[in-house]
């Protein structure tokens, strides 16, 4: 059974980094892609970063230049760095992943597995 498990999550202060990790816990089959999205306060959850299984990277636009995803996704396991915090960083944390080709990385209907979140407060 799947089980995405987020860490590291909690309260940074502005102009600070934070550092999230990813891990399936049960291991049941390979990943595809594995991504992290976030969901502020009274707002939609939205895209932050994506990477294949192929360690191809795909960046929203409004983290990019700050935000950088690692891992190794056959391994399903996956690691986002977000560097300059500012309090607009405030919010839920999600960790996905889908075991097939999806064709919009930024649309979260096309990822089947999603950790429980972890919250993050940027302080100012």
């Known amino acids: 059974q799947v089980q995405l498990v987020e860490s590291g999550g909690g309260l940074v202060q502005a102009g600070g980094s934070l550092r999230l990790s990813c891990v399936d816990s049960g291991r049941t089959f390979d990943f595809f892609v594995m991504g992290w999205f976030r969901q502020a306060s009274a707002k939609e959850r939205e895209f932050l970063a994506a990477?294949?299984?192929?360690?191809?990277?795909f960046y929203a636009e409004s983290v990019k230049g700050r935000l950088s995803i690692s891992g190794y996704v056959a391994n399903n396991t996956v690691t986002m760095q977000l560097n300059s915090l500012q309090p607009e960083d405030t919010g839920v944390y999600y960790c996905a992943a889908a075991p097939g080709t999806i064709t919009r990385l930024e649309n979260e209907s096309e990822y089947n597995y999603w950790g429980q979140g972890t919250r993050v407060t940027v302080s100012s």
């Open positions: 990477i294949t299984w192929s360690r191809r990277t």
